[in-house]
Structures are given as C-alpha cells and as structure tokens.
C-alpha cells in the first residue's frame, strides 16, 4: 500500500480519463433510482452484499438532493454514505475536510477502485495543483477533497464558479471540527455557510446544490452550531448512539507527572505487542515522551502537526504495517487513519472536549473485539490538568476580548481578505461576531456586522466542563456519554458493566 500511495501522491491525476471510462463501463444506474438500483452499484463498486443501517437510507436522501446531518460512531461506513451517490451522478461533489491526511487516505482507497477522486490542500506541489484544476475544468472529476480555506481560495473559487460546472453537492466531512474550530482558530469553517447560495448565482436556473455533515460526536448544542452556520434547509437527520459495547473505559487518578509516566508505563506492559495509541496535548510532550519509551526499548514514534507531511506519512504507515506498536500523538493523528486492531487507547492528558474524546477512544476495537480506553488525570498533588484547562478556557476569552475591541474599528461593511491585511486578528473575531449573531455572510468573502443585543454570549460548544464532569462522575461511563450527547432515553438506567464505575459497583 506504501509504494502505490507514493505513486498516487506523485501523479494526482494519473489514470483519471481511464478512471472515468471504468466508471461508465460498469454502466451504473442514473438518477431516478430505486433502492435495489443503489444496492447494485454498492455491490460493484465496494462487493459487499449490502448496506448496514442506516448506509442505505443515506444514499437515497442524498441523491434526492436533500440536506442531511449524519451522525455515526468511528468506524460506521460514513465515508461510503456520500462517495457512492457522487459516483452515481453526472457532476462534482465537493468534500471539504480537515486534515490533509484525511484526504489522502479517502482518495487513496477511491483510486485503488480506479474512481475519479481528487485532492487540493496547501501541501500539494504546484504542477500537481494545476494538474487538479485542469481536471476541475474539464469535469472530469466525481469527487473533489479539500479544506475550507482551499475552497475559498481564489484559484478553486473562480472554477468552481464557472457556469458550466455541476456541482451535485457539499459534503463537511468531520464536521464537529466546524464547531470544535471555526470560532477559535480556522475561521474559515464558518464562511462555509455562505458557499451554497454564492455558487447558485452563478449556476443555471433550477440546479439544486444539497449539504450534508458528517460526524462521529455531535451533541445537541454543536448539531445546532452546524445547523446554524451551513444554513442547512429541513434536514434529515441520522444519529446514532456512540456506544460501543466491546470498548471499556477507564479513570485513573495519578499524584504527581513521575506517577503519570509510571501510569503509562504499567498500562503498556500489561498491553504486550498489541496496538495502540498515546494521546498527547502538546508537541513538546509528544517528543519527550516518545523518548522515554524508546528509552524503555518501545517502538515508538512521536506525531503531531509540527511534523513535515513525508514524516508524517512515513510514521503512519509504520504504525498501520505494525512497525510500531503505538504512536505517541496529539490530537492532529486519528481521522482518516483506519487501523481496525487498535486494542487500546491511552490519554496520558485528558482532552479539553468530550467529542474530541469520544472521536479519539472510537479509534480503538473498530474491528468488534474487546479494547480499552484509559485516561489520566492529576491527583490533589499535581494541578497539571488543571492548569492546562485554565489556559485553553483563557485563550477563548481573549479571543473574545479582542473580537470586542476589533468591533470598534472594523468596517461594519467589508471583505475578510482585505480587512484581514490590515487586521491580523480579524478572521477569528469576525467569527466570534457571527457565533454572537452580530454579524452575516453576504457571500464567503464579504460580510455585514450588525449592531445587536450585546448582553448576548458566545456558544460554550468548546467549554471543559462536559469533560471534567465526565472525569468525576460516579456514574456508568457510557451512560454518561450517552446523556451527553443527547440521548436521554438510552441513558436511562444503562449499566455498561465493563466501565471502572460499573466494575466498581457505583452505578
């Protein structure tokens, strides 16, 4: 897999007019379509025999160009959710998603298929990237991948622009990371609202663009962020509960940062040659753990986006062929990195969010066998944790601050790219603006700010207290999440019995 993903990453393109012909030659079934016409292009595109619920339901509201909300646990078959209805229409479906590798993983596995997949992203070399915009032009393309701020990136906006260019639908891939990120430091996210009615002006009369969001942990109030921001029109919504009933979680208070380590260390011999993965919440902490356990004689590596994209690429494949046992990472590892034999995650420091936690523990027994989940948290004697929550709740205000501040000068009228060079921090506090209803989106690049209802307060979508809760609670685990994430019947009285709450009878 290593040699063909290098051959693909050097030739973006290679194979796409052959790639499309394969596609008509397999003489898939056009729009209108019944449930038994998807089924059979499922069928000859992947081979399995059928869809798992709600996969089929999924293809079918996306085909009818309807907006969607799709909520799956790690591991559920999202990515087929919206791949095969691109494939199965006339047209260019845009995926915009956050992680460059990601992208190249999902891309990847669609050119082994010989499909019409291609990616755009701030790494790619020059001649790739136009490569890639001739294929736009020429429409030759089912699938393009890319960020928020590639899409709105004056090269690709101008393309995908042309009148002549059919774009079926939008897909936010990872779309938590709208709401986890669009108001504290990829402000782009929420520019993304405006895309939709933007690319219509410039489309005949009558095309139908539908969005649909994707994501494994959305709870209630984020599901309305993501409503709110994509402006999505009465959308059919599929959710489906996080629970995972052959993956245990578990608490464990430590005293001090050597208690920490020593934590770890215990934990991973009692794991002998089986995968796993370290979470991390810093570079630093990647690097100098990573040493230890080397030192240990672990095979180990660190990972985090400081890395350079040929690093990172290498350590992943070392992890996925099992060269090393386990990756000591921060939160930039996981999406699109399909391992299925993941037996256990460690969060040597607990995360600032319980959708970043429940993502990062979907990671592991993705193939349905027993896997375990372990986080760390300061004991009485080290204020560690609590620090380092301080801090991210404090960066927030002063983002908020300095949004406030920026009221007073910024045009109330403008367009972000301009302002932008004469306001560094414009982008985000443009976004907290908007969070704040102050401000709309005449377009993604030209915005209103409107005098409104200052006593109004920002969304805590990307508050701590969720997680701290969950770290103190004496109640099951998975009940805890369940309630979280909204849903309140399941959690009722559930009893996981393999959680340390459970196993210690407090539930």
Known sequence: MGDRQDEANQNPLRGHSSQSAFLDDMNLPRPPLSATDIRSAFQQIWGYDDFRSPQGEIVETLLSQTDALIIMPTGGGKSICFQLPALMQTGLTLVVSPLVALMENQVQELRQRRLPAALLHSELPAPQRKQVLLAIEAQRLRLLYLSPETLLSTSVWQRLCEPSLQINGIILDEAHCLAQWGEAFRPAYYRLGAVRSALLQHKPAGTQIAIAAFTATADPQVQQVIEHVLQLKSPQI????????????????????????????????????????????????????????????????????????????????????????????????GMGVNKSNVRWIVHFHAPFLLSEYVQEIGRAGRDGKPAKALTLVSGWLDSEDQQRWKFFETQGQLQQQTAEKLLKKLPKQGNVTEVAKQFKESPIALSRLQNLGQLTWSDPFHYTIHQSDRSQTSSQSNSTRPMRDYLKTRECRWGFLLRAFGFEDEATGFKCGSCDRCKQGHC
């Open 238 to 333: 599929f959710r489906l509960n996080p629970y995972r009933s052959n993956l245990s979680l578990t608490v464990r208070s430590v005293q001090t940062p050597r208690g920490r380590r020593q934590g770890l260390l215990t934990f991973i011999q009692a794991q002998p040659k089986q995968a796993g993965l370290v979470y991390v919440r810093t570079r630093r902490d990647s690097e100098e753990l990573s040493d230890w356990l080397r030192q240990k004689g672990y095979k180990t590596a660190a990972y985090h986006a400081g890395l350079g994209a040929s690093d990172r690429r290498r350590i992943e494949q070392a992890w996925l062929t099992d060269t090393l046992q386990f990756v000591v990472c921060t939160c930039a590892f």
